[in-house]
């Protein structure tokens, strides 16, 4: 698995789940390759759309990911569409080398409080801080269970739209992204 699968992942999710169009900027014809530009821009037909960097970390591997995969031209992207747009922009991370994999779907600005509160400490964020990481990162909770919010879950296969990944974001965040009233979406929940 990698970043590639991951992006087309929650491709999936946004367009048959949620009735979002999503785009990846490589594959719109004739657009101009333009450093920086995160992964999607998804339009919302009943609303204002936003942008999504993708990005992953493998635990396999790493042990933190690291604030400087996130390049200074993907920031401003996300940053500058964060202040003019209200649904603003979105990190999507995937966790990968682990069963079960995870998926968070993390509001811009969050992460740049996230960052700013670590970067005290260090420029990356533990998967888990345990032992061999700073007693302040341990103690204060700083890591991946700032996340937690943010975590997809996995849509059982009976419960799947027809095209999608199998997740879904979660229920505090649903309400911005839905096409439909809230009160459909809940009755296809259950």
Partial sequence: MNESQVRNELYRMLRYRYNLWPDHFADIPGLKKQPGRPDLVVMNPLGPGFYMEVKIINVAKETAFHFDKISAG???WLSMWEDVRTDGSWLGLGVIGTRPRKMYVIP????LSIEELLTPFQNSLPYSAGPGYRVELQTMGL???????????KVKSSERVSGESGWRIPLTL??????????????KMK
Avoid: G, V
Wanted: a positive charge; charged letters at 15%.
């Fill in 108 to 111: 811009w600005s969050t992460w």
């Fill in 74 to 76: 993907q920031r401003r």
């Fill in 143 to 153: 890591d991946f269970r700032l996340l937690t919010p943010f975590l997809c879950t």
């Fill in 174 to 187: 649903e309400c911005l992204w839905t096409t439909q009233s809230p009160s459909q979406t809940s009755s």
